[in-house]
């Protein structure tokens, strides 16, 4: 037999369903944040592999952790009104060229924008595609300069902590394993720098850190500095994102992956929440 509710215990229930959906919805307005992430992925084959391989991980990241995770190959999508509809802005291989774009991303830092780079998009080297014609970027938003030289070939490294009360690196472990990753040092000396904080450098244990075959591929000791944040910006730069590619046997196979190290996508996606949060 059918059993009958008074309408006031329809509608007790509806109000209380109702409640909890609003209660749903103002939780995830408030956690959540937007991510836009810019690349070129035209030129390196290992920058190419890194590019495909953090879409696909930060897509998952951002189902995990509730935020938006967007990515586009069109640079001219770097102006004010676009930005202003993202919270993090990342550059995961390269930098705007057009002095409109880079005036957009300038004034979009300078008004508390969030700002994750990698590998790549720090690279400067005059004569190149990509000279050192940004002063504001590199000398003044990174702090590093231009490029100086690299490791090689792609080796994973013992990393370790400098900075261990900064959110970014949170519950990390003093010293780490990297993934394999072509290391970059660089003309200015980070240490030297008032408005930069040093977060992760390569730890002297990793020494000799490289394969070569060329000498100067090998780095026998040195301070390198391959996660850092300028204080006057919301902004972090790791220098991640080279993965190993089988260019001897010419199949152009990836024969790494940038997020295999449990411990350094931690400090990744520290990083992120950092930013998006900070911002929000």
């Known amino acids: 037999m059918m059993a009958f509710f008074p309408a006031r215990i329809f509608l007790f229930i509806a109000v209380c369903l109702l409640c909890r959906i609003d209660d749903g919805l103002a939780q995830r307005s408030n956690s959540a944040f937007r991510v836009i ?34 990515s586009t190959a069109n640079w001219a999508n770097m102006n004010a009104g676009f930005l202003t509809t993202y919270d993090v802005v990342l550059f995961l291989d390269t930098r705007p060229e057009e002095p409109a774009q880079r005036e957009a991303f300038r004034q979009y830092m300078e008004k508390g924008g969030g700002w994750m780079g990698f590998h790549f998009s720090a690279f400067a080297l005059t004569p190149s595609t990509y000279p050192q014609n940004w002063d504001w970027y590199h000398n003044e938003f990174l702090g590093s300069g231009t490029y100086k030289s ?10 370790r902590v400098e900075t261990s009360k900064h959110p970014a690196t949170k519950g990390l472990p003093k010293t780490f394993t990297s993934a394999p990753n072509e290391w970059y040092r660089w003309t200015n000396d980070l240490r030297a720098n008032p408005d930069i904080d040093i977060l992760v450098a390569i730890d002297s244990t990793s020494f000799p850190l490289g394969t070569g075959p060329k000498p100067h591929e ?63």
């Open 37 to 70: 992430a810019f690349y070129t992925a035209k030129n390196d084959k290992a920058h190419i592999s890194f590019v495909h391989e953090a879409n696909r991980w930060f897509s998952k990241m951002a189902a995990t952790h509730q935020f938006t995770y967007d």
């Open 150 to 159: 690299n490791t090689w070939r792609p080796t994973s490294a013992v990393l």
């Open 218 to 280: 090998i780095w026998n000791s040195g301070y390198y500095p391959v996660v850092w944040t300028n204080r006057k910006y919301n902004m972090i730069y790791l220098n991640m994102g080279h993965n190993d590619i089988d260019y001897e046997g010419k199949t152009n196979r990836e024969l790494s992956s940038t997020f295999a190290s449990e411990i350094q996508d931690k400090l990744i996606i520290n990083s992120l929440l950092w930013l998006g949060r900070r911002k929000k």
